[in-house]
């Protein structure tokens, strides 16, 4: 399974995005959950969720260099991180109440196998927070451009898998809506991207005057924050969404 590590930089057009994911699974984490962040990359996300429970927290990463880095840059009571294949968990039937794995499952031919293991480790009554690429619109000359990825999904695709395992499944769509309310601040925030986007500019402006310019004339940063994102629940919308948010329960 390929990298496709999100870095520790704010500065960074997938941070809002991320960090909104984790905020929503926080609507499911309890006081005392025991919690398994797979493929949890530089931990941000892990640390997130080990400040709202007083359960164990462990993120796991495939590759030994990004939990060295997780154990340098987080340190809580609950938290803590292994090296881990997510597709042979070193964990007993039902040991956690909930399984994140964000932007995973499409790095490896081995998917099947990772899903039935979230299943498998998962309490009776838990829950497993999925989130992958929709293949239509990351991919939309039918072929799969990320050289990370060995596959990607459709929304039949997906939900075929995964109700093929978990009891109950919901697949949302992570939406970006900065730019859903039509007024003078989102135009103005349209036009300074759109224009600092043109190849040339894009590439020599430091990302301070960036984001200066957009602050000055739309109030907005120049990246999207996480408050840019919600999930939608109707297909019509899902389909169109870049990213898939999957709620899968163990019943």
């Known amino acids: 399974m390929s990298s496709e590590r999100q870095l520790l930089n704010k500065r960074d057009p997938w941070w809002g995005e991320h960090i909104h994911r984790y905020n929503e699974v926080l609507k499911y984490v309890r006081a005392n959950d025991v919690i398994l962040d797979i493929a949890c990359g530089t931990g941000f996300g892990s640390q997130i969720l080990a400040r709202h429970t007083k359960g164990a927290v462990t993120g796991g990463d495939i590759a030994e260099d990004a939990v060295k880095e997780c154990k340098r840059n987080w340190q809580q009571p609950n938290l803590d991180f292994k090296v881990l294949d997510g597709t042979q968990l070193p964990y007993s039937d039902e040991y956690f109440d909930i399984v ?45 451009t990320n050289p990370y990825h060995t ?101």
């Open 100 to 144: 994140v794995s964000f932007e995973t499952i499409e790095h490896t031919t081995l998917y099947w196998k990772m899903i039935k293991e979230f299943f498998r480790v998962l309490k009776q009554g838990g829950t497993a927070l999925i989130s992958t690429p929709n293949f239509p619109i990351n991919s939309p000359t039918g072929k799969v």
């Open 151 to 251: 596959q990607e999904f459709d929304y039949n695709e997906l939900s075929q898998i995964l109700n093929s395992v978990f009891s109950s499944v919901k697949i949302e769509g992570q939406q970006f809506n900065r730019y859903n309310k039509k007024n003078f601040s989102t135009f103005m925030a349209r036009l300074n991207y759109a224009f600092f986007n043109i190849i040339g500019i894009r590439k020599f402006t430091p990302f301070k005057i960036k984001n200066y310019f957009s602050k000055l004339f739309s109030g907005y940063p120049f990246y999207p924050t996480p408050s840019d994102f919600v999930l939608v629940d109707e297909r019509e919308e899902i389909i169109k969404c870049k990213t898939f948010f999957c709620i899968c329960k163990k019943h």
